[in-house]
């Protein structure tokens, strides 16, 4: 990024999700109100329905508000649905002078796609991971936050824009796919509220949330392969699968979708932890889900990663048997805080 700020602009590292992100959040818009620059939107690789929705859904207020705004993302193709032509934009290797360029859902510039970020004249990093570096010219951080749509749908609210389906519909996306659906921890009475409020707008609610559940027909047939590497370790307290680029090759699927596997063996009874450790050719992307009060995110960054308490990632050198016993000593320390912690 630019390392002069804009006029106007003092380099924030972030409100440290200390509530204060209010007054942030509202710099933010009066900043990019005035902007008369172009803005791109990106948003953390493998992007998933709240790096798509929130992207989208800001990226469709500022278009209504005369600004020159893309989102440059590649998204799964079980999300396709929600861009229209036109929304999306590929990798960008350059960017114009004096563009404004908003990092959402990313919790460090690495992990942000598609864009430079060196070459931009500001950067703007709102997100909700509590791992967050606060990189950027001005960062709103709220780790409290159920999903980076609902900062985002307060961004909107703040700029002016006239709510309708168009950015309603991928604003509750976002929400809806990081609760799980309202299932996972995070959901509380502010996120209800804010999907509430964004159905009023118009949103078609029951075509969205059978939309979000399609799948190509590769999905099945692959979901019953992971599902037969099923295992259970540290006292049952782990269960992981297993997904290879052999099986992807047998089946001539990809792997867009099969994040939804973790999801899956996370209800394994009596479990505290569930994995897909998930083979990349030389690299193992593991997917974790915690409950409880057991710490995904620990177990995560401790393995390079990150993410939420309840749900994180990290990506592991191959094999993957290697990533395994890396990933399952990981999880062995953490249950053994977690035991500590808890006098139990």
Excluded at 172 to 188: P, Y
Excluded at 322 to 339: D, I, K, S
Aim: aromatic share 6%; charged share 20%; hydrophobic share 40%.
């Amino acid at each position: 990024m630019s390392s002069a700020s804009p006029s106007g602009v003092t380099p924030s590292s972030g409100n440290q999700g200390d509530h204060g992100y209010p007054l942030v959040l509202a710099q933010i818009a009066s900043l990019t109100r005035e902007w008369q620059g172009p803005i791109v939107i990106a948003a953390h690789v493998d992007p998933d329905g709240d790096a798509l929705g929130s992207s989208l859904a800001l990226m469709r207020a500022l278009r209504q508000l005369g600004k020159r705004a893309v989102v440059t993302m590649d998204p799964p193709r079980y999300l396709q649905f929600l861009a229209a032509e036109g929304d999306l934009v590929g990798e960008l290797s350059q960017i114009e002078p004096e563009t404004l360029v908003f990092a959402l859902d990313a919790g460090d510039p690495e992990r942000v796609w598609g864009v430079p970020l060196q070459q931009a004249r500001a950067v703007i990093n709102i997100d909700h991971h509590g791992t967050n570096t606060r990189f950027g010219d001005l960062a709103v951080v709220e780790p409290s936050k159920a999903a980076c749509a609902i900062l985002v749908k307060e961004l909107i609210d703040l700029l002016g824009a006239t709510w309708n389906s168009e950015l309603a519909t991928p604003c509750l996306t976002g929400i809806i796919t990081d609760t799980g659906n309202f299932r996972h921890s995070n959901t509380g009475r502010e996120a209800f509220e804010a999907a509430g409020a964004l159905i009023e707008h118009g949103v078609d609610y029951p075509r969205l949330t059978d939309r979000l559940q399609w799948r190509e027909k590769t999905y099945f047939p692959l979901l019953g392969r992971v599902m037969q590497t099923v295992r259970y370790d540290l006292n049952d307290l782990l269960v992981t699968a297993e997904l290879t680029d052999a099986m992807r090759a047998d089946l001539g699927a990809g792997d867009d979708d099969s994040d939804d596997f973790v999801g899956l063996i996370r209800y394994a009874e009596g479990t505290k932890v569930a994995a897909l450790l998930k083979q990349r050719g030389e690299q193992v992307k593991v997917s974790v889900r915690t409950r409880d009060g057991v710490s995904a995110q620990r177990i995560c960054v401790a393995l390079g990663g990150g993410g939420h308490v309840s749900a994180a990632g990290a990506t592991l050198p191959g094999p993957i048997d290697a990533a395994r016993v890396r990933f399952t000593e990981a999880v062995r320390q953490e249950l053994a805080l977690f035991t500590a912690d808890s006098g139990s």
